[in-house]
T-cell receptor, first 108, second 116 residues
Framework: QQPVQSPQAVILREGEDAVINCSSS?????VHWYRQKHGEAPVFLMI?????EQKGHEKISASFNEKKQQSSLYLTASQLSYSGTYFC?????????FGSGTKLNVKP | GAVVSQHPSWVICKSGTSVKIECRSL??????MFWYRQFPKQSLMLMAT?????????EQGVEKDKFLINHASLTLSTLTVTSAHPEDSSFYIC????????????FGQGTRLTVV
């Protein structure tokens, strides 16, 4: 039920890039991306609905593959504020499941 | 984005007592509310889904009698942890959706429960 994310954790220097992957064994209706800071609720980043879709802006963007079983989140020229745990999420029938999470730590 | 208010933000209670957590959608009608539990350094685990006016649907392994969920209106859902024990200590988060979660779900601030 729960999507699998990789890597589990990543450490970056400011200005470096990162890619976070989210995989599902079954095709997804849609994929959502959230970021959570320690002790806080998750914050919505974006949603992708269509296979082959790419979305976002210059610094944070995401893609959804044609088969709708994998999504990737791209963080470009990372900033300190990007630190946190990133979750992908997928809706089920009247349910919503989060991925396993990727902890991102951006250092000066 | 829409606003979801969760209360209290943190609570400490004694073993054996019950604790109620409220989740309110302030500026939209939430047909569906989700309740999650999060242990340190882990993902959010879906506990149950509640739809207004009907019984909650619990995930496998979640005790219905221990975690009572009520979704009495389109703007309010409550989670009551009954006869709390230290192992119930966790971060509980609700989220509300207009359409069953197919589009964006909006999160409450979370409740840190500590049972002593």
């Amino acid at each position: 039920q729960q999507p699998v994310q990789s890597p589990q954790a990543v450490i970056l220097r400011e200005g470096e890039d990162a890619v976070i992957n989210c995989s599902s064994s079954k095709a997804l209706y849609s994929v959502h991306w959230y970021r959570q800071k320690h002790g806080e609720a998750p914050v919505f980043l974006m949603i992708l609905l269509k296979g082959g879709e790419q979305k976002g802006h210059e610094k944070i963007s995401a893609s959804f593959n044609e088969k709708k079983q994998q999504s990737s989140l791209y963080l470009t020229a990372s900033q300190l504020s990007y630190s946190g745990t990133y979750f992908c999420g997928r809706p089920g029938f009247n349910k919503f499941y989060f991925g396993s999470g990727t902890k991102l730590n951006v250092k000066p | 984005g829409a606003v979801v208010s969760q209360h209290p933000s943190w609570v400490i209670c004694k073993s054996g007592t019950s604790v109620k957590i409220e989740c309110r959608s302030l500026d939209f009608q939430a047909t569906t509310m989700f309740w999650y539990r999060q242990f340190p350094k882990q993902s959010l685990m879906l506990m149950a889904t509640s739809n207004e006016g009907s019984k909650a649907t619990y995930e496998q392994g979640v005790e219905k009698d221990k975690f009572l969920i009520n979704h009495a209106s389109l703007t309010l859902s409550t989670l009551t942890v009954t006869s709390a024990h230290p192992e119930d200590s966790s971060f509980y988060i609700c989220s509300a959706a207009r359409d069953g979660g197919g589009t964006e779900a909006f999160f409450g601030q979370g409740t840190r429960l500590t049972v002593v």
